[in-house]
């Protein structure tokens, strides 16, 4: 007796199993609480690099963990699988909305430049709103398209993240206020991510290799 076989739903569910192992949490959270070390090497880093190359340097180093955790501890686990029709689409999806929201950043970034330059100036709350508009719809339609339900709790902290630096900016010193700010939602999204990680390494031991019998 033949069964029909659903291909969406099988590659809804290996969409599914592709962030159980919490890999991605891990690395989300290493780099918002690597944020919480942002005043430090700010003071290091030559100025007109300075506000953006840690940010840089903490995402070029999660990308690598991630490869490296990928090949030598998650693909041995669960094999490689070419993408279906219904992954490209989604795929094609995901770099739709990256483009469009990595312009729209870039737009935003250039009109605070002006702004700044002609002495309009976006602080407190009404920058942390203003950085919500701009960074939420991200992660809603990632968590959507990825099936990937956590992310709506994560794009909350880093938004939560940002809105207590931003809210706390004349209350407390720079060297404080950001291991605060971003380092205790890091800490959250990274432990996070370790349990699921540790779930996952459980439930999904290395197999062993057979021996031939002579």
């Known amino acids: 007796m033949t069964e029909n076989i659903d291909l969406k739903t099988i590659e809804k569910n290996i969409l599914k199993v592709g962030h159980q192992h919490g890999l991605f949490d ?3 959270g290493f780099i918002v609480g690597g944020m919480a070390l942002g005043p430090i090497f700010r003071e290091i880093l030559p100025s007109p690099y300075r506000y953006f190359l840690w ?3 903490l995402v070029i180093i999660a990308c690598l963990s991630i490869f490296i955790f990928v090949k030598y501890v998650i693909q041995p686990r ?3 699988f070419k993408p279906g029709p219904s992954l490209k689409s ?3 999806k995901l770099f739709l909305v990256t483009a469009v929201q990595f312009i729209t950043h870039i737009i935003f970034i250039i009109l605070l430049g002006i702004g700044d330059f002609n ?3 976006l602080e407190g709350i009404l920058f942390s709103l ?3 508009l701009f960074f939420m719809p991200l992660f809603v339609i990632l968590a959507f398209l990825l099936k990937y339900p956590r992310l709506y709790f994560i794009g909350m902290l880093i938004w939560l993240a940002i809105f207590i630096n931003e809210l706390m900016y004349d209350v407390l010193d720079s060297r404080i206020r950001w291991p605060i700010s971003y380092g205790i939602p890091g800490a959250i999204i990274f432990f996070m991510g370790l349990v699921f990680f540790i779930r ?3 439930r999904y031991p290395l197999p062993k290799k057979e021996v031939a019998k002579i």
């Open 90 to 92: 989604t795929g094609k």
């Open 26 to 28: 891990m690395m989300i």
């Open 55 to 57: 940010p840089l340097i």
């Open 130 to 132: 203003i950085i919500a």
């Open 78 to 80: 669960t094999g490689i």
């Open 200 to 202: 996952f390494l459980r």
């Open 119 to 121: 002495g309009i100036h």
